[in-house]
């Protein structure tokens, strides 16, 4: 997808104000800023509940979809997307039927969330789409000495991420290639 933060955006909003004050103090000074892109598996979602249909086009991270489900208010077009050849990606690990299954599990869990006693015949229908996404994300490196500390952006969003993008980052980062 196409980035909607800038890379000197990314750093002002992660590095900057009384946050980032705080982070410098409690961290260390910034040392590095990286783009970063997540592949996800994008699935069109069909709910039944109680006679009512709600469609959805949602993202799971094809990694280990452990990650918050992404919502798309419709498919990516050409204008939303760019092509980009980058070795700061990890490997899709999730077969699609697996990802289809956790997909499942997700949605029904935010549903059941909203209001158990609200579900009545649920039904959940999930349709890979053709092709992948690679969502991207600005990391911003912190540390001293030989500690290192890392804040993520979503570079869509202009979100900041917490443990699992971190955790997800961190795990492919301590990976031998």
């Known amino acids: 997808m196409r980035s909607?933060?800038?890379?000197?955006?990314?750093?002002?909003?992660?590095?900057?104000?009384?946050?980032g004050a705080v982070?410098?103090?409690?961290?260390?000074?910034?040392r590095s800023v990286a783009d970063f892109y997540i592949p996800f598996a994008l699935f069109q979602v069909k709910i039944v509940n109680a006679g009512s249909r709600e469609f959805q086009i949602l993202g799971l991270d094809s990694v280990s979809g452990s990650?918050?489900?992404?919502?798309?208010?419709?498919?990516?077009?050409?204008?939303?997307?760019?092509?980009?050849?980058?070795?700061n990606s990890p490997q899709p690990l999730?077969?699609?039927?697996?990802?289809?299954?956790?997909?499942?599990?997700?949605?029904?869990?935010?549903?059941?969330?909203?209001?158990?006693?609200?579900?009545r015949d649920l039904r959940i229908e999930a349709e890979p789409l053709p092709g992948e996404l690679c969502v991207p994300y600005w990391v911003v490196f912190r540390g001293r000495g030989s500690t290192a500390r890392v804040s993520v952006l979503d570079a869509v969003r202009r979100k900041s991420e917490g443990a699992k993008v971190r955790h997800l980052l961190e795990a492919w980062l301590t990976t031998p290639q």
């Open 94 to 119: 999730l077969d699609p039927e697996r990802a289809r299954e956790i997909l499942i599990e997700k949605v029904r869990r935010v549903l059941f969330q909203r209001g158990f006693f609200r579900m």
């Open 4 to 19: 909607n933060v800038s890379r000197e955006q990314a750093l002002q909003q992660l590095a900057s104000g009384v946050t």
């Open 67 to 87: 990650l918050d489900l992404y919502h798309f208010p419709h498919i990516p077009d050409a204008a939303e997307l760019i092509s980009l050849d980058t070795r």
């Open 23 to 30: 982070r410098a103090f409690l961290q260390g000074p910034v």
